[in-house]
């Protein structure tokens, strides 16, 4: 059984289907990339994932439980965590304290032991912030943002770990740092999923790649595969392209 | 059947004037985003200016319509759109809901000054004297023409919005303003128009309405809490179940009037109705998604425990001079400075940390006052811990349905609860639920007896004085305790990202039901210490409109800090009452005040007290300044107590001392040090405004995640 399994998956705008019958998983200890084009339904996929988008039919289930019922919350306390493609930090806090909040939170509903303190310490030494612990996170930039997400959902000792686009914006060097720290949170067991722009990042570190398009699972396999199956450079490139 | 018949009418012409109001109120929500708590005061001013040019001036009535609908109001919604709401983008949601508020007080502030309150005046019904029958029920012109006036408004709209290239517009802009303007809308034109019809339909819903109730500038302004429950009806986007929303709130009102058996404690439920229709409205109406980030230019800096002790003692020490100098009845009229504070005080962890807006403060702080009153048999103490937790499980059990809601769908549930409590619950005479005796105002005030405390009895205005400043000074080191605690950090987290906060695993209900209590507690222990202050107590010390300024002068002072609470008790109940001392030029300039600061809160949304405390910066920074200042004050209180000099030289040199200080402070270590603000210049256009440099390159490309540049080179 997988930790994460995403069951025939619709959602319905209007007359827009953002989602069609998605079916996935999420394996603990490996990387499972999402990829598609804009617009695909990458993040309506997430948001239903942690509940703040409710599916018109499918099921989402976490180590065997289907999370229907369940508010984003609850899901966040059976362990599910995520970052947003579109930041959701929390503006007037430093990045030590937008950590330690989610620290506070999982201390207040786990019972855990640790002293919220230290994991701040060590979640930003994890993810490489110890230079702008300090600042407020409204004054820094994008690719560092998005590793204060990290941190944050880090925070909370997630079973799940779902990535929106955390690359966007670092540059090459943050990039290689950043496929390493991947390789290292799926190694303590995390299943963490990929929703990337950065094809090559997400073709060197990820164990099984799903493509997305038009709100369908148009390809899955691992990265060798993806890459050459015709239907995915169809969605890439254009229809005309071999 | 004749009954039903002649109420439904009624019902069907009072709720055509509240779909009037309503409509103007979707449209200009709809295309600005703005709810305009100003929309029944707007009506209010072209009802009266309709009265001046109609019946005082006898000009004929085409002519007063023709100027208050197509030119008085119209200029007023553009001047509202140009000099005010233009300047709210990025503010939160409290500030533009704040501005709001600050036109409808400065608009009755500016009502009551043309128009002198307590004349009466009077519009005689419209087609007085035509009427036809229906079914043997006589139906007015005036009644007639309201309906025909709300079917040709709606008409008229329905084609104007989906027949026009500008409603067509505007029906775009409120899709997405920035997608819009690039397709060759222009929003600023838009929204003017949005506010120019906004405020021509509130016109023309208030002068249909004062042939049936008085003119009177703070009436007329509320009854658009009325209409307030049509447009949620409509959830603020449908107009036409606005309309309908409109029909059934009138006619709910008319058949209460006629059906109801008129006892006293009934009366009111009448009045009361349409907000606790609201309310109800509010809790059936579906939730919305979890609300995610919003740009904001709000910031509010955390404050320090040296900083804080030092406010306090401030604090204290004023107490302790006012008590000792000013005469017995100004110790009575200044003494509110701080409890006011105290209200205001309720409102910074509420609104400014978490976010939440409460219309409700002062029906807290009246709540607080009456447990006091009741149980406070002597004076006793213990009878403050009961006005804390009292109001705060109130206020628990209010917000608990409300909490579904968020930004303006809450400050309307809990004006909803507001108003419902002044114009009933407030009212009722004793009654029992099970065992537990109820009394609350006993039909016309109660008596609080001073705080008395180990037998010392707090039954002066001086010793009160002193009671309320240590009061408010404990209080906002609480509040401080709570911005720095784990608790105050969440408050400001779900401020920022509710969505992120709910996948963090935060029970995003019981943090707010929290800072609800706490906020509605802090509010009770006010309104006790308040009430001993009064000594009697009535409904109309804790009316919903009497809270409004609170909340706005706390906002305009800096809703995040404790000093803005401070900024609110001081400008409300020492400034605006010493300034109507003036003269009666003045004293209309201090009901006007609190509407043109919350109107003027856009150009700066973290609130003044952080320029006043940048003001006094040079002090703080050099030594020789703090202890001219701590030797000068205590001399001259000391001679002022030694009847050297009476209060006409003391309170100037007062206020002159720290000004000297500041001045003198300035002139030695050179004003405040200026960081140098270097000019940031948007990505997309780098390269057009200045120079190309190389450096922009590699800040583009970190933007943008690209890591390398290829260069094609044509073979």
């Known amino acids: 059984m997988s930790l994460l399994e995403i069951s025939e998956v619709s959602v319905r705008f209007g007359g827009n289907l953002a989602l069609d019958g998605v079916t996935l998983a999420a394996e603990a200890g490996e990387i499972t990339g999402l990829i598609g084009p804009n617009g695909a339904g990458k993040t309506t996929l997430f948001n239903v994932i942690t509940g703040l988008q409710s599916p018109t039919s499918g099921r989402v289930i976490l180590t065997g439980r289907e999370l229907r019922k369940l508010s984003p919350t609850r899901r966040a306390r059976l362990g599910m965590g995520r970052t947003f493609q579109r930041l959701e930090l929390f503006g007037m806090l430093s990045v030590r ?14 019972g855990s032991k640790d002293d919220p303190a230290q994991v701040v310490e060590a979640m930003i030494d ?10 407020r996170v409204d004054a820094l930039p994008t690719g560092q943002c998005r590793l204060v997400e990290l941190a944050r959902s880090l925070a909370t000792r997630p079973k799940v770990l779902l990535l929106d686009e955390p690359a966007s914006g670092q540059d090459d060097t943050e990039t290689v740092a950043f496929a390493l720290l991947l390789r290292e949170l799926a190694a303590e067991g995390m299943a ?34 993806i890459q050459t199956d015709s239907a995915v450079l169809a969605a890439y490139l254009g229809s005309g392209a071999k | 059947m004749d009954k039903f018949l002649t109420f439904t ?11 009037i109001i309503a409509s103007g109120l979707v449209l200009t929500y709809t295309t600005t985003g703005i709810f305009n708590f100003a929309q029944g005061a707007i009506g209010m001013l072209c009802a009266f200016a309709f009265w001046q040019m109609y019946i005082a001036w006898e000009w004929p009535l085409w002519l007063a319509l023709l100027l208050s609908l197509l030119v008085l109001a119209p200029l007023i919604g553009a001047f509202i759109d140009t000099a005010i709401m233009r300047g709210l983008e990025d503010t939160t949601e409290v500030t533009r809901l704040v501005v709001s508020i600050g036109l409808l007080v400065g608009l009755i502030g500016l009502a009551n000054w043309i128009w002198k309150p307590g004349v009466s005046r009077n519009v005689p019904a419209f087609f007085s004297g035509h009427y036809f029958s229906l079914a043997d029920t ?15 408004v709606a008409l008229s709209l329905w084609l104007f919005l989906r027949l026009t290239r500008t409603g067509v517009a505007m029906r775009a802009v409120v899709d997405d303003r920035a997608l819009a303007s690039l397709n060759g809308a222009r929003p600023n034109r838009v929204s003017m128009l949005a506010w120019a019809m906004g405020c021509t339909l509130a016109g023309i819903g208030g002068i249909l309405i004062v042939p049936n109730v008085a003119l009177d500038a703070g009436t007329l302004s509320l009854l658009i809490v009325n209409a307030y429950a049509a447009a949620i009806i409509g959830r603020l986007r449908s107009l036409p179940l606005t309309f309908l929303g409109a029909l059934i709130l009138g006619c709910t009102e008319a058949y209460l009037s006629g059906y109801l058996k008129s006892t006293p404690n009934l009366a009111g439920l009448r009045l009361a109705a349409p907000a606790i229709l609201l309310f109800i409205v509010l809790l ?23 900083g804080t002790f030092v406010f306090a003692g401030c604090v204290v020490f004023s107490g302790v001079v006012l008590a000792t100098t000013l005469s017995n009845s100004d110790a009575v009229t200044y003494g509110r400075i701080f409890a006011v504070g105290i209200l205001a005080l309720s409102l910074v962890p509420l609104v400014g940390f978490a976010g939440q807006i409460s219309l409700a403060t002062l029906s807290f702080a009246g709540i607080g006052a009456l447990v006091f009153g009741h149980l406070g048999a002597g004076g006793n103490p213990l009878a403050l811990v009961l006005a804390f937790v009292i109001p705060a499980a109130v206020g628990a059990l209010i917000a608990l349905p409300a909490l579904r809601l968020s930004g303006i769908y809450l400050a309307l549930g809990t004006a909803g609860f507001a108003v419902a409590l002044d114009r009933w619950i407030f009212n009722l005479a004793d009654f029992n639920i099970g065992p537990v005796h109820i009394s609350l105002f006993e039909l016309g005030s109660t008596e609080v007896a001073p705080l008395n405390i180990f037998g010392y009895s707090f039954n002066t205005p001086s010793r009160q004085m002193v009671l309320v400043s ?42 707010k039901l929290t800072v609800f209590a706490l906020s509605a507690g802090i509010s009770g222990v006010g309104g006790a210490i308040l009430g001993t202050q009064l000594r009697s107590i009535s409904p109309q010390n804790f009316d919903f409109v009497s809270g409004l300024p609170v909340l706005l002068l706390t906002v305009v002072g800096g809703i995040g800090a404790v000093g803005g609470a401070l900024f609110a008790g001081v400008s409300l109940m020492g400034i605006l009452p010493l300034l109507a001392l003036l003269g009666v030029f003045f004293a209309n300039v201090a009901g006007l005040l609190p509407g043109i600061a919350g109107v003027g809160l856009g150009r700066n949304p973290n609130g003044s007290i952080h320029d006043i405390r940048d003001g006094f910066e040079p002090i703080i920074r050099y030594r020789p300044a703090i202890i001219w200042l701590a030797i000068v004050i205590p001399a001259v209180w000391i001679l002022r107590l030694a009847g050297i000099y009476g209060n006409a030289v003391f309170f100037p040199l007062l206020v002159l001392s720290p000004v000297v200080a500041v001045i003198f402070a300035t002139l030695k270590i050179g004003g405040v040090e200026q960081t140098p603000t270097v000019e940031e210049i948007p990505l997309e256009w780098k390269g057009f405004i200045e120079p190309w440099k190389e450096s922009d390159l590699i800040e583009l490309d970190a933007a943008l995640g690209i890591n390398e540049v290829s260069i094609h080179v044509a073979p």
């Not at chain 1, 937008?98 to 509903?109: E, T």
């Not at chain 2, 009418?9 to 779909?19: C, F, P």
């Not at chain 2, 059936?284 to 040296?306: A, D, K, N, Y």
């Open chain 2, 138 to 152: 006589r139906v007015t012109g005036q009644q007639l023409a309201t309906i025909a006036v709300a079917v040709i």
């Open chain 1, 192 to 225: 963490v999923v990929l929703v990337e722009h950065d094809v090559a990042l997400v073709m060197e570190v990820c164990a099984k790649v799903h493509v997305l398009d038009f709100g369908r699972v148009i390809a899955s396999g691992e990265p060798a595969d």
């Open chain 2, 9 to 19: 009418i009624v019902g069907l012409s009072t709720g055509a004037i509240y779909a």
């Open chain 1, 126 to 135: 994890k993810v490489g912030l110890r230079s702008v612990a300090d600042a």
């Open chain 2, 284 to 306: 059936v109406i579906p939730t919305s998604r979890l609300r995610g980030r919003r740009q904001s230019r709000e910031f509010f800096p955390m404050p320090s425990w040296s």
């Open chain 2, 470 to 511: 240590v009061a408010f000074a404990v209080l906002s080191i609480a509040v401080v305790g709570v911005r720095r605690s784990a608790y105050g950090r969440r408050l400001l987290a779900m401020k920022s990202s509710e969505a992120a906060c709910a996948t963090l695993g935060l029970n995003l209900v019981g943090t």
């Open chain 1, 97 to 110: 304290e937008n950590i330690r909040v989610a620290a506070d939170i999982y201390k207040s509903y786990s």
